[in-house]
């Protein structure tokens, strides 16, 4: 048996033609040495005037401080005026999210025709709500003062009640989220199902 050699290796592996420069390559032009910096001769440069130094003193005459009184999500209440549902206003495709909600709630026989963005104390009192369902990460963050995600809310509200202003709370899934996951449309159906049932038992 004789051996193979390196061009049998290479034919076997289809590495041939073998690619080979016809000229060596040109030197690479050298950089010229630098020269060694004479320290003596740098000047120093003169010291700051105080008034560049220090921060000129604050007027407070010309700011002005504005409050960010509108949370930043909706709330939908239902036309019995019974439930309540907080979302995040801004997620997702606004037509493919309120398709998606629409069929949620009439899924658990819920219409809401009230679309305000308050969940004061009175707003709330007004409407005869009783049950809030909560959806999403931002909503349930601002109306509860709490950051969370949605899987540890879930996990305590099934340990112990959840409550905003005294109403029992149901933190789920946002719409927006179960459209691009939606292997997670069946916990938000278990949540929507838990807060019926608390508005039954009410």
């Not at 010291?47 to 401080?65: C, K, M, R």
């Not at 801004?90 to 309120?98: C, L, P, R």
Request: proline fraction near 8%; hydrophobic fraction near 45%.
């Amino acid at each position: 048996m004789s051996l193979m050699t390196r061009e049998d290796v290479l034919r076997e592996l289809e590495l041939l033609p073998v690619w080979q420069l016809k000229a060596p390559l040109p030197n690479a032009p050298q950089m010229p040495a630098l020269t060694p910096v004479d320290t003596r001769v740098i000047e120093k440069a003169p010291p700051l005037p105080s008034s560049v130094i220090e921060p000129a003193p604050l007027d407070n005459t010309d700011v002005e401080v504005t409050a960010t009184a509108t949370p930043p999500f909706r709330l939908l209440i239902s036309d019995n005026a019974s439930m309540a549902f907080a979302l995040d206003s801004n997620s997702g495709d606004a037509q493919d999210v309120e398709t998606l909600l629409s069929n949620m709630l009439k899924a658990i026989n819920i219409n809401c025709s009230i679309d305000i963005a308050e969940a004061t104390t009175a707003m709330l009192a007004e409407h005869g709500v009783k049950v809030v369902v909560v959806m999403g990460e931002v909503a349930a963050h601002s109306l509860m003062g709490q950051l969370q995600t949605i899987d540890d809310w879930r996990s305590a509200q099934s340990a112990t009640p959840v409550y905003y202003q005294s109403l029992p709370v149901v933190v789920t899934y946002h719409p927006a989220f179960l459209l691009k996951n939606t292997v997670y449309k069946a916990k938000a159906w278990v949540d929507l199902c838990t807060a019926k049932r608390m508005l039954q038992g009410l």
